[in-house]
């Protein structure tokens, strides 16, 4: 049924790149011949989920929606996306993403746009038919799940990859801890920040499906050696004796009204759930766009590095062409223009004469970010923000000025940045009929505390 719907919907949506039937349909089959056979079933035995195209899937093409790893098939499996199909989950494809996971629309891809299934309605209920954004970069996630079309999907999030996509499209998303899933066979973007983590209806959902996703590999060495808690049998939205901080700097100038009303609803519903609120101060939180947008491009300059048409996918050589010459008409021709534009920042940062200036102080900066989380920890439990500054945005609305697109990660980064467990959960629409999310963030480890916050709201 869903390979079904996956036809039928996908090209309005634009959400998979590729589609694997067979494959959804190898790990029902299974759940049959394990019933016949008396065996245990997985948790995740026979669902059917779409894989953001940024885990290497054995066999199957794996792009990163860049044309430089056009027609690439990887001949090694993630981690991540191994333990999902060890716990019984098949995949109906490979989901559109923002280029190299660089974006917070997924209009950066070089496979095209994702729509996402919600549409603006106006004061007197008539539906605006403009497309609107999905979110990113995870947005093929998002917009599948939210299109009904897949059970769950991957995401990955490096500064609210898989937070804001789930905000602007009314779904679950949490990103763990930093170094819970392995980032083995996932396409690297900004190393000390990527993590992979689940995107589902609800918070029930993320919650078995990070059990799956999460572990110890030997094969990363940023991976934590820690066993994987029982998330889902713990969950519970009794939030009696638990404190939840409110931080004041996230009411930035030109606060959404709507926004500001469901960060209020939030608070009460987490009061009625039993929680002691707390205002509470993280003063570097201005400080965490700036920083974010110089560590994350600098790491990025340097992953993107091996894309140099030798090794994988695109190769452009022109007639005559040396070896350096053959480099930059690859990378010329194979990358977008938003993944040039964090190659040049990165490389800029990082450059000998500007180093200590952009990059040296942007990881002070960082320390400084950190330390107020672990500050306003000692005071509460959960830190309760809205996702984003707005709901969804229409197509093309913000292409044209990349600071108006990052600031849209305004709230998402400082969590990034601190490593720390955060979560998006819907929260009600706005007066455009559009899903706002509240976002939870936690202390490290306490990917409950997040959960449990979550299911209190949703
Ligand atoms: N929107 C942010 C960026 O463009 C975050 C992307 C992500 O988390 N992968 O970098």
Not at 11 to 29: K, S, Y
Not at 135 to 140: K, P, R, V
Not at 159 to 181: E, N
Request: proline residues 6%.
């Amino acid at each position: 049924a869903f390979n079904a719907a996956v036809a039928e919907a996908n090209p309005a949506l634009n959400a998979f790149i590729v589609t694997t039937p067979d494959h959804a349909l190898a790990a029902a089959a299974k759940v049959d011949s394990a019933r016949a056979a008396g065996e245990e079933l997985g948790k995740l035995a026979g669902v059917p989920i779409g894989m953001k195209d940024l885990f290497a899937t054995e066999g199957v093409q794996t792009t990163a929606a860049s044309h430089i790893l056009e027609g690439f098939e990887p001949q090694y499996e993630s981690t991540v996306s191994r333990k999902l199909w060890e716990a019984g989950a098949g995949m109906l494809g490979k989901l559109n993403l923002d280029q190299f996971a660089m974006g917070s629309s997924n209009e950066t891809s070089a496979f095209g746009n994702v729509i996402s299934p919600w549409r603006r309605t106006g004061a007197d209920g008539s539906v605006d038919t403009a497309p609107l954004a999905p979110g990113g970069s995870s947005g093929g996630s998002s917009s599948a799940v939210a299109a009904r079309i897949a059970a769950a999907a991957t995401g990955t999030d490096t500064g609210g990859s898989i937070r804001q996509p789930a905000a602007f499209t009314g779904i679950s998303g949490i990103k763990p801890t930093y170094g819970r899933c392995s980032r083995w066979g996932i396409v690297a973007f900004a190393s000390s920040l990527d993590q992979a983590g689940p995107m589902a209806r609800d918070v029930r959902d993320c919650a078995i499906m990070l059990e799956a996703m999460a572990g110890f590999d030997p094969k990363d060495s940023t991976s934590l050696d820690m066993p994987v808690p029982e998330w889902d049998a713990n969950l519970s939205d009794d939030l009696r004796g638990r404190k939840i901080g409110i931080p004041r700097e996230y009411r930035i100038d030109g606060f959404n009204a709507d926004v500001a009303k469901s960060w209020d609803d939030g608070i009460a519903w987490l009061k009625d759930a039993g929680a002691e609120i707390v205002d509470i101060n993280l003063p570097h939180t201005r400080y965490a766009l700036p920083t974010y947008y110089i560590i994350a491009p600098a790491e990025a300059s340097s992953n993107l590095a091996r894309y140099d048409g030798v090794r994988y996918g695109l190769r452009e050589l022109p007639e005559g062409a040396n070896l350096q010459e053959m480099y930059a008409a690859t990378r010329a021709a194979g990358f977008g223009a938003e993944v040039k534009r964090r190659i040049l920042i990165g490389t800029y940062v990082l450059s000998a004469g500007f180093y200590d200036a952009y990059y040296t102080q942007a990881q002070k900066v960082r320390t400084l970010i950190s330390r107020d989380f672990m500050n306003a920890f000692d005071e509460v439990d959960v830190i309760l923000t809205p996702t984003a500054p707005t709901s969804a945005f229409a197509l093309g609305e913000k292409t044209s000025d990349p600071l108006e697109m990052y600031l849209n990660d305004v709230f998402s980064v400082p969590a990034s940045l601190a490593g720390l467990p955060a979560m998006s959960v819907p929260a009600g629409l706005d007066r455009g009929g559009l899903p706002l999310g509240l976002h939870l963030i936690g202390r490290p480890f306490d990917e409950q505390g997040v959960l449990n916050a979550g299911l209190a709201i949703e």
